[in-house]
């Protein structure tokens, strides 16, 4: 399939669906330039595909997330690995505890902004999602955020483009969607741990807005978020909110959808490190055919879904019991 076609008719990638490749053909489809920032990039397919393209002269440069959270560290051996390759890598900025950010650029022609991480179980388990921006606008912002991190400074976005930063404007614009709704609220993510969300969708529910969040239950979330995640799903089940828990896949994706007009997606959960500690980036999309796959992806995963009762956090017992999918100590929602 020709790489530049692909461009012009797909800016939608859903995981697991379509697998690695689609992200190999981007990659390939590089004549200038790659710019990527990562969380973590271990994929063997996506180390080679970068490689190749540094291989025929496109300029590559890379920045990765040194360790997560709790100090452990997945990206040590491919940041050797592109090092002995010759490709320029970078940790990233020391102004965040930690980069969450999963974000491409090519060309200057494209950016992905995506859920995923660079790893395989990514595109083989977990449900996720990649938006490929093509707007000039948009796509200055991504090359200027980058640039910043690259050489450690400040970086101040403009305020009111679709390209949304943590750590500087995401609950803000994630919470005014969330403000605007007036008939439905749809939220597709894997934890809960911000009290400025749920006021929001609490006044969603008291204005009479349908509101549906669909969750992971307890796999991939710390002991720590754990406590603050099941108390607001139960909380938000008094107030009115349906929710259930994602069956078909691990759930990884971050999505929010307002009146079924409007989508938000990228990589920051709904999480107070999230949006005032860490780098992430995401992107708010109007597009109308992008927002109806985004729709259909979601009533495809809630008619999979079954209504949940997050476990009184308290009981440990409980944690326990409800795990949905085999525990994997490498997806762990930061």
Not at 6 to 26: M, S, T
Not at 45 to 71: C, D, F, Q, T, W
Not at 83 to 108: L, N, P
Request: charged fraction near 25%.
């Amino acid at each position: 399939m020709n790489t530049g076609a692909l461009l012009h008719y797909r800016k939608l990638i859903i995981e697991p669906d379509e697998g690695v490749e689609p992200v190999v053909r981007l990659i390939e489809s590089a004549k200038k330039f790659i710019r990527v920032k990562q969380f973590t990039f271990t994929h063997p397919a996506l180390l080679n595909a970068v490689k190749a393209a540094h291989e025929r002269g496109v300029e590559v440069r890379i920045m990765l997330n040194p360790a997560r959270s709790s100090g452990s560290r997945a990206n040590d051996e491919a940041f050797a690995w592109l090092q002995k390759a010759g490709i320029a890598v970078k940790w990233s900025s020391s102004r965040f505890v930690v980069t969450h950010e999963k974000s491409m650029q090519v060309d200057g022609l494209f950016a992905l902004i995506a859920t995923f991480n660079f790893a395989e179980k990514y595109f083989t388990l977990t449900r996720d999602y990649g938006v490929l921006i093509e707007d000039a606008a948009l796509l200055e912002q991504v090359a200027a955020g980058f640039e910043a991190d690259w050489n450690g400074s400040s970086f101040v976005p403009d305020a009111t483009s679709d390209i949304i930063w943590s750590n500087v404007n995401s609950r803000r614009r994630i919470c005014d969607l969330i403000d605007s709704a007036s008939r439905t609220v749809e939220i597709q993510h894997p934890k809960l741990v911000d009290a400025v969300v749920l006021d929001r969708l609490a006044s969603a529910v008291d204005r009479g807005v349908h509101v549906r969040f669909l969750c992971g239950g307890k796999h991939g979330i710390s002991d720590y978020d754990v406590l603050d995640t099941f108390s607001s799903l139960r909380l938000l089940r008094r107030v009115g909110v349906r929710v259930h828990r994602q069956r078909n896949f691990r759930l990884h994706a971050k999505l929010v959808i307002i009146d079924r007009e409007i989508a938000q997606t990228g990589s920051m959960n709904l999480d107070r490190s999230a949006f005032d500690l860490r780098r992430e980036l995401g992107v708010i999309l109007r597009e109308p055919k992008i927002v109806q796959r985004l729709c259909e992806i979601f009533e495809h995963d809630w008619e999979s879904s079954t209504s949940y009762h997050a476990p009184d956090p308290l009981d440990q017992e409980l944690h326990l019991a409800e795990e949905n999918f085999p525990h994997d100590s490498d997806l762990q929602h930061e």
